[in-house]
């Protein structure tokens, strides 16, 4: 997938469990059961002086096992900073605990929830799992089906856990990924196109009320329309576009308070979140920002002297907040009037500021060594990548569904730092730390990677 690059390819995952780094042949068909396996530490598969792959010794409950041997093309997965893991399938989710680093035999209950019906497919980003800060270890689930009924759990850990439902108005929107609020009870949706909503759990957490819905607004006053009249003297009069969805990350700023981050086909936008009130911080054009950083740094070839819009196409691709500042994903490339060949579309890092001022340009200018071709109508293929990373590490991992590209921010050297996962086996998710869930035939093995 990122070419010829790359450090390592993992065959020896065509197994049950992954063999050890440099002894790639898979492993033997009278290895121990899981449980036993488990006993040992973490598998190391990969070291790198960027990175360590390990393969975690957490069993995995058989229920998860069965359904990624089923149906393993359609499953995500999502792994919750809480030691909370949970698999989308169809329309139900499975629950499990998971530990990293700690040695177990013991396999963590699975609790199997039925979703409500979605005619467009679940996947994991729109369920989460908020548990009790009083360390009780309770968990809640909530769930938002893609057009818009939401299904909370104030419970999984009892038995046949019942649920209460509500619906989300989004006209025709549909949902793309829902976070808890790591400073409130509450959690946040985002739409595809763009809009937030708010959602709280019953009054009292017991599941007995209804559950709480507000969409986040801009608020109109008499300077709402400033911040938009100052982004017109800086980047020029733009028409009003149609803002789709590429990504949201929510990270906590301090005590009682969090942050969002949303980013569109076009514009980054931020909100600041608490108990008291929700307000838009800003909104700026990411698309002219980062336009402006590729001319400047002569980013794209510059044969044609008006490389610049319109000929200068750029699409966003997703967005994640870095111990180096807010990192969003692009791609780019040129187009040449009257050239039918295919074109070389290059994929980059944008950073700009965390902070609460709206930035003006880029503070750095990343460049991913890696590139693909381009052709009109295949913009799918340019925005099936991720990004993942965690605010408190330099380090982001761009990943597709069979590879993981890690870049550290703190370097000026484009990175060559890949690592490869062989089909059968796929990326189906990721975690609240550096981890990706990688699907190895009825087995499940997690990839940490770190600093």
């Known amino acids: 997938m990122f070419g010829q690059g790359s450090r390592l390819s993992l065959s020896g995952l065509n197994s049950s469990v992954a063999s050890p780094r440099r002894s790639l042949q898979p492993v033997s068909k009278n290895t121990p059961n899981t449980a036993a396996r488990s006993a040992k530490a973490d598998q190391v598969l990969e070291e790198t002086g960027l990175h360590v792959v390990k393969a975690l010794n957490t069993p995995v409950p058989v229920q998860v096992r069965e359904a990624l041997r089923t149906d393993s093309r359609t ?30 035999t013991t396999i963590s209950p699975c609790r199997t929830l039925p979703l409500p019906f979605s005619s467009t497919g679940w996947k994991a980003d729109l369920v989460t799992v908020c548990t009790d800060p009083s360390g009780s270890g309770r968990a809640s689930v909530l769930a938002v089906s893609p057009e818009g009924v939401a299904r909370y759990w104030s419970n999984i850990t009892s038995d046949n856990p019942p649920y209460v439902e509500s619906h989300v108005v989004m006209g025709e929107a549909s949902s793309t990924s829902l976070a808890s609020l790591p400073s409130t009870l509450g959690c946040l949706l985002l739409t595809s196109q763009a809009h937030l909503f708010i959602i709280w759990p019953p009054a009292g957490g017991q599941g007995g009320g209804a559950i709480v819905i507000r969409q986040l607004h801009v608020p109109r006053g008499v300077f709402s329309g400033f911040g938009k009249r100052i982004s017109s003297l800086i980047f020029g009069s733009q028409e009003a576009t149609f ?59 510059q044969e044609d002297p008006t490389v610049l819009s319109p000929e200068l196409l750029v699409w966003t691709v997703d967005v994640q907040v870095t111990s180096m500042g807010v990192a969003v994903l692009f791609v780019a490339t040129r187009t040449i009037q009257g050239e039918d060949k295919p074109m070389t579309a290059k994929y980059g890092l944008g950073l700009v500021a965390t902070d609460n001022t709206a930035p003006l340009s880029l503070d750095r200018l990343v460049d991913l060594n890696y590139d693909c071709p381009y052709k009109p109508g295949n913009e799918p293929a340019l925005l099936a990548y991720s990004l993942h990373g965690i605010p408190s590490s330099p380090l982001v991992m761009l990943y597709h569904r069979n590879a993981v590209l890690l870049v550290d921010l703190r370097r000026d050297v484009p990175s060559d730092d890949i690592v490869q996962f062989p089909v059968p086996n796929a990326i189906l998710g990721k975690g609240q730390v550096l981890c990706v869930c990688v699907c190895v035939h009825v087995c499940v093995c997690v990839c940490v990677c770190v600093c």
Request: hydrophobic share 40%; aromatic share 8%.
């Open 75 to 104: 499953a995500t997965v999502k792994l919750h900073d809480s030691s909370w893991a949970w698999l989308v399938v169809g329309n139900r989710v499975m629950l499990w605990r998971y530990s990293v680093g700690s040695i177990t």
């Open 243 to 301: 803002q789709e969805t590429r990504g949201m990350v929510v990270t906590n700023i301090s005590a009682g308070q969090d942050a969002a981050f949303v980013l569109t086909n076009s514009h980054l936008q931020k909100w600041q979140l608490s108990n008291e009130q929700e307000e838009q911080l800003y909104e700026i054009s990411m698309e002219t920002i980062l336009k402006d950083a590729i001319k400047k740094h002569k980013w794209i070839s």
